[in-house]
């Protein structure tokens, strides 16, 4: 495959599936450092990935179970600062990385 090819496969801008994924993986990221950045210091690092389903619930996953623990206390600062970033959730649910 071409290099020019490979561009067009992978422009965001353009119309099908794999622009769309490119752009929901970009939004993925921006919203992981969005919460992340929301929590206090010493709990930055505890996300891993995060995600809004279509009903409205934000799903963040996190490195363990542990982590997972503190999380659930913050789940009003996760929703508070996912509706700053533009984000509408209702409910908060905190899962832990199966790698």
Known sequence: MTTSKLKNIL???NDGDLG???NRARRMGELTDV???ALPES???AIVA???REDGELVVICASSAW???LRYETEILLAA???AGVTAHTC???VSQS
């Open 35 to 37: 919460l992340s950045n």
């Open 43 to 45: 709990d930055r690092s």
């Open 20 to 22: 769309d994924l490119i």
């Open 82 to 84: 996912a509706k700053t």
């Open 50 to 52: 995060a995600n809004v």
């Open 93 to 95: 649910r905190i899962r």
């Open 68 to 70: 997972a623990s503190r």
């Open 11 to 13: 422009n965001p801008s």
